[in-house]
T-cell receptor, first 112, second 112 residues
Framework: EDQVTQSPEALRLQEGESSSLNCSYT??????LFWYRQDPGKGPEFLFT???AGEEKEKERLKATLTKKESFLHITAPKPEDSATYLC?????????????FGQGTTLQVKP | DAGVIQSPRHEVTEMGQEVTLRCKPI?????LFWYRQTMMRGLELLIY????????DSGMPEDRFSAKMPNASFSTLKIQPSEPRDSAVYFC??????????FGPGTRLTVT
């Protein structure tokens, strides 16, 4: 069964304290691994797509990496405005399928 | 582009009433998705369309739920009759060629 598992469920950091969020997946023929950020009361906001093991993408203080079994979202020197829930999702490998398998998310709180 | 547009943003209704949620996807996107999000169950895929055709409705919880996409720029999700357990945030998303989905702001539904 296709599954995406995120850990930890919640993470509290002090401003400037770097850390990583984990996303483990078992998705048949993964065609892409996606990271989203969701703020309270808003829809998920697209951050990154990773297509193959070894790929990395960066945006400001965030860097996403991908291996054959998991993805990491590294947060370097976070600021309070990075506080949000981060979701990862895998795109199933079957042709013509647009379905994303979402994890439960990691809620990040960055304290000043 | 204005992004994915959803209406209404908030809906409060009484049990047994019909509820219709509306979505306008991003122009040029050929996939449209309806999700439901709750604290307990996270983000659940209800149904998705490709080129206005329903592809997978296995996530629709019951026959009380129905969705249509009469053209490329409009979709509806209808609940009839509504029940308190339907209370959730409903998101619409449309998909770009790269596979990433772009979410609307959501409709917060409360059924009393």
């Amino acid at each position: 069964e296709d599954q995406v598992t995120q850990s930890p469920e919640a993470l509290r950091l002090q401003e400037g304290e770097s850390s990583s969020l984990n996303c483990s997946y078992t998705v048949s023929g993964l065609r892409g691994l996606f990271w989203y950020r969701q703020d309270p009361g808003k829809g998920p906001e697209f951050l990154f797509t990773l297509y193959s093991a070894g790929e990395e993408k960066e945006k400001e203080r965030l860097k996403a990496t991908l291996t054959k079994k998991e993805s990491f979202l590294h947060i370097t020197a976070p600021k309070p405005e990075d506080s949000a829930t981060y979701l990862c999702a895998g795109l199933h490998g079957s042709s013509n399928t647009g379905k994303l398998i979402f994890g439960q998310g990691t809620t990040l709180q960055v304290k000043p | 582009d204005a992004g994915v547009i959803q209406s209404p943003r908030h809906e409060v209704t009484e049990m047994g009433q019909e509820v219709t949620l509306r979505c306008k996807p991003i122009s040029g996107h050929d996939y449209l998705f309806w999700y439901r999000q709750t604290m307990m169950r996270g983000l659940e895929l209800l149904i998705y369309f490709n080129n206005n055709v329903p592809i997978d409705d296995s996530g629709m919880p019951e026959d009380r739920f129905s969705a249509k996409m009469p053209n490329a720029s409009f979709s509806t999700l209808k609940i009839q009759p509504s029940e308190p357990r339907d209370s959730a945030v409903y998101f619409c998303a449309s998909r770009a060629r790269g596979g990433e989905q772009y979410f609307g702001p959501g409709t917060r539904l409360t059924v009393t």
